[in-house]
């Protein structure tokens, strides 16, 4: 079974310009979440994205967007760069939320490269 | 709202020594806890869970973790450290929301 795949693995970009970010979660997942790894911050929560439509957001700018196509899979939007926003991006799929279950668990694919020059 | 507390930032520790990397959480209600690992540039690998049932949670590569109720405790050991475990390992909590809340990470330094 594949697992979750993300794309491109590295991308350089100049302040102010936008990125788009991808990712295909593992077949059968409907859940799609992103989250912002900075150096030295942890996991940081963006976006949530189930059957379609945006579940949860974390603390982050309008800026940062996203969606979910019919195939789950997922684009992040970053508008107008800033140096911040340099970081590993990392896309996770889970299985439809049934409750608190093992459907939950999340799986991570290995991240996109961020950096703002 | 959910908090997860990784109390150490980072560990070292010579290898074929034991090591606990500790975790506390903010609820014990219905609460599902996860380690996962992270290797230099790389995603986010699950290293073990716990759902229910036993306390005791063996997982990949010869770690285990124990749940601790009373203490909010879900803290991460390996009786033996290899060079390889040397790693980005990150606590995280599920409850309500469904968005699971990660801690900020602890870094484990494995010497030879």
């Known amino acids: 079974e594949a697992g979750v795949t993300q794309s491109p693995t590295h991308l350089i970009k100049t302040r102010g310009q936008q990125a788009t970010l991808r990712c295909s979660p593992i077949?059968?997942?409907?859940?799609v979440y992103w989250y912002q790894q900075a150096l030295g911050l942890g996991l940081q929560f963006l976006l949530w994205?189930?059957?379609?439509?945006?579940?949860n957001r974390g603390n982050f700018p309008p800026r940062f967007s996203g969606r979910q196509f019919p195939n789950y899979s997922s684009e992040l939007n970053v508008n107008a760069l800033e140096l911040e926003d340099s970081a590993l991006y990392l896309c996770a799929s889970s299985k439809v939320r049934s409750g608190l279950s093992t459907d939950n668990e999340q799986f991570f694919g290995p991240g996109t490269r961020l950096t703002v020059l | 709202a959910q908090s997860v507390t990784q109390l150490d930032s980072q560990v070292p520790v010579f290898e074929e020594a034991p090591v606990e990397l500790r975790c506390n959480y903010s609820?014990?209600?219905?609460?599902?806890l996860f380690w996962y690992v992270q290797y230099p540039n790389q995603g986010l690998q699950l290293l073990l869970k716990y759902l229910s049932g036993s306390t005791l949670v063996k997982g990949i590569n010869g770690f285990e973790a124990e749940f601790n109720k009373s203490q909010t405790s879900f803290h991460l050991r390996k009786p033996s450290v290899h060079i390889s475990d040397t790693a980005e390992y990150f606590c995280a909590a599920v409850r309500g929301s469904y968005i699971p809340t990660f801690g900020r990470g602890t870094s484990l330094i494995v010497h030879p």
């Open positions: 609820s014990s209600v219905s609460v599902y």
């Open positions: 077949s059968g997942h409907t859940s």
């Open positions: 994205y189930d059957e379609g439509e945006e579940r």
